[in-house]
């Protein structure tokens, strides 16, 4: 019964990755293939051909692109994460007026559809002289991550127990301190993993980063795929929008491994119980 | 390396033309490639004539994407980009922001192809210039159709038999993935184009005529719809109803399918080295409707265009001036494959040993049917739009051809209302 | 431990204490939303604004400074006994239905298998870690890609899917996964799932984590059913979270765009909210009409949070804790 149930867990874990996986290796093979090959269906790579990786960085300043969507990326998640972890203090453990009211608010920036957002928001980065520039991104991607990292801190920070600040509050402790030394450390996995999901949401944004930007070298990832072509109008080059994308997630595989301690070491039952 | 001479080359041009009126013209051509190779060669030959610069700016490849951001940019009247590369379809669309060359071009707009200088012009001026032509053509299999023994088809019912018969033959020696006919039906301006072609093959006409009266709900169209709905699920697969041009391509080229419709972009890809129909492929003008009807290629390319908000408009068209050029047009000719929209290039000996097919291609582009994008105007997306829903519909059989298209009829005629 | 506390100091100076705290509290919770809200209000304030008033006007792509106010002719107007607008427009209503059964079968699914995900990864063993990146793959490959990588795979005559299922013989005939009406949005919703589960997996992980792990002991300790624990303990205590994921997750699920319009682009079997909302504004330059259904979909789906919320008692107000 136990074995049983152990090879259960194992198929499950197995079908997962599977499931996961499988495009993701489709991409791998289908970066090493070009031309009519890829009018057919291969389940193993065939030779392992870098013609299609070396096309990504020579024909564009696609390293460029990379640390452009690092900074842009980056600093969003900064900034969210400063932000959303003060507020999500106030809005999870204080009771004030009209908390229910603007925490709602926050939320319905998040209901408008983008493209209803895109040509004001157009204007605005215009009129700042930020068209263009990296800090124009940022600024725009903002709208796309706080309402989010604001909502699921202040959730994760409701939930931790009641006494926690008290005793510090009693030793005369100011908000601020209590925030940076008893809650960033128990708040750990769900920082991380807000982050992480705030990454990952600027890093993939592609409408704002399309519309906002103008060179080859202020653009992020997204648009740098997007607009690859082959040598005429209609063809697809498919061999190196494969590679391109291979090469765009294995910083984030990276960044998941670094992080992966974090999002699960988090509170012990000990520092709850006080 | 030659980046470098030639931006040496431009700054030094710069010193020497008196410096006050070398100015920065950027254009928005294909980001990347062939195609920018080419363009890029263009400008820097004028930058390097004239004593500017030009920067290239890379816009998305997908036709709906780079239109979205020519309206972004335009509506908030950025003088970012001077020069737009733009599709035929899109001058209605974009006049009111794009600079009259009526007085720049004068007599140089009569040796070009008169289809093409008509999808430049809103009421009556001259608002871009004709930089190279695409129209649809009709892609085949020499070796199969030796050896089924049948001639090219010349109209849609020879092509249905022939498309049958072969499918027919090749299925039965085990290629139960071979089909008879590929061609573009997804719900996008891709099926527009197809249908456009079928509809006025038949002589039913190009949905819109020239005056702006609604024309499709007539039974030539209905009838032409009806053929092409009898194509899906026997000789054509039922996919092709979200295929674009890369999808049918895809079949083809594997050497799935006997026919396709395609741009002539195709040919170059189909007779590449490592293509498993190189040197057994063909092409000719698409079929006609009937023994009176007509061959009819739909409309495609690319003008180029001064943005109204430029701050040097003037440079800005000399440089267009020097793109759409007999000699430029000439070179993308030879080197790129572009088709010249001047008449008498066709002649041309260097093209012609460059592209053997060339000649054939005149008449192609002569004849070719215009979407009725300019007398819509503004509302071109939207009777495009309407038509191929209706279209998707009738191809996936959930509508009969006639009551389609007398719905089309209305819904056309609500958007028009008072005038386009 | 509150009762230690209240122990070393007298009732009537604990009650001055907090009252002059909570005063303090206040403060520093204004202090603590101001930079956010002013961040929030300077991005979004201005374009939200900006497209509220446009949809009550006639405005056109072609021209943004010249336009009229109209009313609510955007949203519903009669013309010589015609009715017309966008609540008159069955393309729209097509598109509204279309997206809330998205939302609801994907989100659906995604809550399920995220759940599922979330418990296996939350266990120990051997290569979690490893599993844990795997899992996020699908998240972090940007749609824009991950939607034409799809629509290869799932090609009716060279797609891999196909292949696959024909040599395993699921299916005796290749299926036309996106052009079929029948099939298309299912395709659509199948690509959602494999993309967005991550999302809530990982989120439903960190409330997992964030678990006090002393219930758990004394439920082995007493030696109830792994099953009933999870149902009476783990899903009542993650509830909160989880809540907030599926908003998020409906919240984007409603709005759904890119996924849609790579796959089957404008067609109207499965066009959302969103694709119409971007056709009326940018493919037919109605600035007004697409301002108008913007809204309208800001309306419907503030309302489906709200009575997502009410159901899912999630609260936050004054008087809770």
């Known amino acids: 019964m136990k074995i049983l149930a152990r090879i259960g867990f194992w198929l499950l874990v197995l079908m997962i990755a599977m499931f996961s996986l499988f495009p993701f290796y489709y991409a791998v093979i289908s970066s090493f293939r070009s031309g009519t090959e890829l009018f057919s269906v291969a389940y193993l790579p065939e030779r392992f051909d870098l013609v299609n990786y070396l096309a990504v960085f020579q024909r564009q300043p696609f390293g460029r692109n990379i640390l452009n969507s690092i900074a842009v990326a980056g600093s969003v998640v900064a900034l969210s994460l400063a932000l959303g972890i003060t507020a999500a203090y106030a809005f999870g453990r204080i009771s004030f007026r009209g908390r229910s009211l603007l925490l709602f608010t926050i939320l319905g920036v998040s209901m408008f559809p983008q493209v209803a957002v895109l040509s004001g928001m157009f204007e605005l980065i215009r009129s700042f002289g930020l068209y263009n520039t990296i800090p124009g991104l940022i600024l725009a991607n903002l709208m796309l991550t706080m309402p989010f990292t604001i909502w699921v801190l202040t959730t994760f920070m409701r939930e931790l127990p009641k006494e926690i600040e008290e005793a510090a509050f009693v030793d005369g402790a100011t908000p601020w301190i209590v925030v940076r030394r008893v809650f960033l450390p128990l708040m750990a996995p769900a920082a991380v993993t807000t982050g992480l999901l705030a990454f990952i949401v600027s890093w993939n944004e592609f409408l704002f980063a399309l519309t906002f930007t103008l060179t080859n070298e202020q653009r992020t990832v997204p648009p740098a795929i997007a607009l690859m072509t082959g040598s005429t109008a209609y063809e697809l080059p498919w061999g190196a929008i494969m590679a391109a994308s291979v090469i765009v997630t294995l910083p984030i595989i990276a960044l998941v491994l670094v992080f992966q301690r974090r999002i699960v070491a988090g509170i012990t039952a000990g520092a709850v119980k006080g | 390396m030659p980046r470098f001479l030639a931006g040496l080359l431009a700054a030094g041009g710069l010193v020497w033309s008196t410096g006050a009126w070398a100015v920065e013209i950027s254009i928005s051509c294909s980001s990347l490639g062939k195609e920018y190779e080419i363009c890029k060669q263009g400008v820097d030959a004028w930058a390097k004539k004239t004593g500017n610069t030009v920067k290239i700016v890379s816009t998305p490849n997908s036709a709906t994407e780079r239109l979205a951001l ?326 996936s059989k959930r509508a009969e051809p006639a009551q389609a298209l007398s719905r089309l009829d209305r819904d056309l005629k609500r958007i028009k209302r008072s005038g386009w | 431990m509150s009762d230690a506390v209240a122990g070393r100091i007298t009732p009537a100076s604990a009650r001055r204490r907090r009252s002059s705290l909570s005063r303090s509290r206040v403060r520093a919770a204004w202090l603590f939303i101001a930079p956010p809200l002013i961040v929030l209000g300077l991005v979004a304030g201005w374009p939200l604004a900006r497209t509220i008033w446009f949809s009550f006007t006639d405005a056109n792509l072609n021209n943004l400074r010249e336009y009229e106010f109209i009313g609510f002719e955007n949203y519903l107007a009669n013309y010589d006994g015609e009715w017309l607008g966008l609540l008159t427009d069955p393309d729209w209503w097509r598109s509204v239905w279309n997206t809330v059964w998205f939302a609801l079968v994907s989100v659906s699914i995604e809550t399920v298998l995220g759940m599922l995900v979330a418990l296996i990864l939350n266990a120990a063993f051997p290569g979690r870690g490893i599993m844990r990146a795997i899992i996020l793959i699908p998240w972090a490959i940007p749609t824009v890609v991950s939607a034409k990588m799809w629509n290869w795979m799932l090609h009716d005559q060279f797609g891999v899917i196909n292949d696959m299922l024909l040599r395993i013989g699921l299916i005796s005939a290749p299926i036309t996964w996106t052009a079929s009406p029948d099939t298309a949005l299912w395709t659509v919703v199948m690509v959602d799932v494999w993309k967005t589960t991550p999302f809530i997996a990982l989120l439903i992980l960190a409330a997992l984590q964030m678990l006090p792990q002393d219930i758990y002991e004394a439920a ?54 969103s694709v119409y909302a971007r056709q009326q504004l940018v493919d037919f330059q109605e600035v007004g009409l697409g301002s108008a259904a913007s809204t309208l979909i800001f309306l419907i789906i503030a309302l489906l949070v709200v009575v997502t919320m009410t159901v899912g008692r999630l609260r936050f107000g004054e008087d809770a804790r």
């Open chain 2, 70 to 395: 020519y309206q972004q940019l335009l509506a908030a009247g950025a003088s970012d980009v001077d020069v737009f590369q733009i599709d035929v379809v899109w001058t209605g669309l974009l006049g009111s922001h794009l600079q009259d060359l009526t007085a720049k071009v004068q007599g140089a707009i009569d040796d070009h192809l008169p289809t093409m200088v008509e999808t430049s012009r809103v009421g009556g001026k001259l608002m871009a210039m004709p930089w190279f032509a695409d129209a649809g053509l009709l892609y085949y299999r020499q070796d199969l159709l030796d050896k089924y023994k049948r001639p090219v088809p010349q109209t849609w019912s020879d092509l249905t038999e022939t498309a049958r018969l072969v499918q027919e033959g090749e299925r039965k020696e085990g290629r139960g993935d071979f089909w008879g006919f590929v061609w573009q039906g997804r719900a996008y301006e891709g099926l527009t184009t197809n249908a456009v072609e079928w509809v006025s093959s038949y002589n039913g006409g190009a949905i819109v005529d020239e005056k702006g009266e609604i024309t499709i709900d007539n039974p030539k169209a209905a009838e032409a719809l009806k053929a092409a709905a009898g194509w899906v699920g026997t000789i054509t697969p039922e996919g092709v109803l979200n295929y674009t041009e890369e999808e049918s391509r895809g079949v083809f080229q594997a050497g799935n399918a006997l026919f396709m419709r395609n741009w002539p972009y195709a040919w170059a890809l189909a007779q590449g080295a490592d293509s498993t129909i190189k040197d057994k492929v063909g092409i000719a003008p698409l079929p006609k409707g009937g023994q009176d009807g007509r061959h009819a290629g739909t409309l495609g390319g690319q003008l180029l265009a001064v943005s109204k908000y430029s701050k040097n408009t003037d440079t800005a068209a000399d440089l267009v001036m020097y793109l759409t050029g007999p000699e430029e047009q000439k070179r993308r000719g030879i080197q790129g494959s572009f088709n010249p929209t001047i008449v008498s290039l066709y002649g041309d000996n260097d093209i012609a040993r460059a592209n053997p097919f060339i000649g054939d291609l005149v008449d192609v582009f002569t004849n070719a049917v215009a979407r009725p994008a300019t007398v819509t105007g503004d509302n071109y997306n939207k009777v495009s739009t309407e038509f191929f829903n209706t279209v998707h519909q009738v191809l």
């Open chain 3, 220 to 273: 082995r300790v007493d030696g109830i059913h792994p099953i009933r624990v999870f149902f009476r303990v783990t899903l009542p205590l993650i509830r909160p979270a989880l809540l907030v994921a599926v908003i998020f997750r409906a919240l984007d699920a409603l709005r759904v765009f890119d996924l849609i319009y790579v796959l089957t682009a404008n067609s109207r079997d499965t066009m959302s909210m």
